[in-house]
T-cell receptor
Framework: GAVVSQHPSWVICKSGTSVKIECRSL??????MFWYRQFPKQSLMLMAT?????????EQGVEKDKFLINHASLTLSTLTVTSAHPEDSSFYIC???????????FGEGSRLTVL | AQKVTQAQTEISVVEKEDVTLDCVYE???????LFWYKQPPSGELVFLIR??????QNEISGRYSWNFQKSTSSFNFTITASQVVDSAVYFC?????????????FGSGTKLNVKP
């Protein structure tokens, strides 16, 4: 089946540094990718919708300058958490919509811990 | 407005018991999809089922079964003869035509503990 891979699966960084998380569709092209955030023991909240070759659309309350999203190709979207702080510690999950079938597939998630 | 409610925060059962996870949804769209996902401790979301709003047939897949009732806006999930490996957080989700099915509304999740 279709696979969406996230890298890194977990990362620990110091406060003030920037962290980049990649989301790749391994065997299909994805015109649209989505980034979710999940706090411990909570549900997934959509952060932004990323379309290949255009600017991401952010959900209300999500700082676009804080969470930079780039969707440079049909198989890769990146989320960069800039100047990370401990409150940015969370589980970030991406999903990708297959261009041909419209099916949606989720990545394995990336756990960010900011010290 | 779209909303998914999973009223059960946590359920504990003993192995081999049957368990039903409740999901109630709200949407004004006539065309929508409902999903169930399993999230084990490792974190990845495992797709279990997708059901569109025009298909109210119940579905059975092994020990899993789903009951979709539009009249009560519910999409409940039953695990028969539960096993320890079923322990996970289960999310019900809705995507609707309003946002071109792009926006998923997740319930708050139900944590299932299956004890040996």
């Amino acid at each position: 089946g279709a696979v969406v891979s996230q890298h890194p699966s977990w990362v620990i960084c110091k406060s003030g540094t920037s962290v980049k998380i990649e989301c790749r569709s391994l065997d299909f092209q994805a015109t649209t990718m989505f980034w979710y955030r999940q706090f411990p023991k909570q549900s997934l909240m959509l952060m932004a919708t990323s379309n290949e070759g255009s600017k991401a659309t952010y959900e209300q309350g999500v700082e676009k300058d804080k969470f930079l999203i780039n969707h440079a190709s049909l198989t890769l979207s990146t989320l960069t958490v800039t100047s990370a702080h401990p409150e940015d510690s969370s589980f970030y999950i991406c999903s990708a919509r297959a261009a041909d079938t419209g099916e949606l597939f989720f990545g394995e998630g990336s756990r960010l811990t900011v010290l | 407005a779209q909303k998914v409610t999973q009223a059960q925060t946590e359920i504990s059962v003993v192995e081999k018991e049957d368990v039903t996870l409740d999901c109630v949804y709200e949407t004004r769209d006539t065309t929508y999809y409902l999903f169930w996902y399993k999230q084990p401790p490792s974190g990845e979301l495992v797709f279990l089922i997708r059901r569109n709003s025009f298909d109210e047939q119940n579905e059975i897949s092994g020990r899993y079964s789903w009951n979709f009732q539009k009249s009560t806006s519910s999409f409940n999930f039953t695990i028969t003869a539960s096993q320890v490996v079923d322990s996970a957080v289960y999310f019900c989700a809705l995507s609707a035509n309003t946002y071109n099915f792009n926006k998923f509304y997740f319930g708050s999740g139900t944590k299932l503990n299956v004890k040996p």
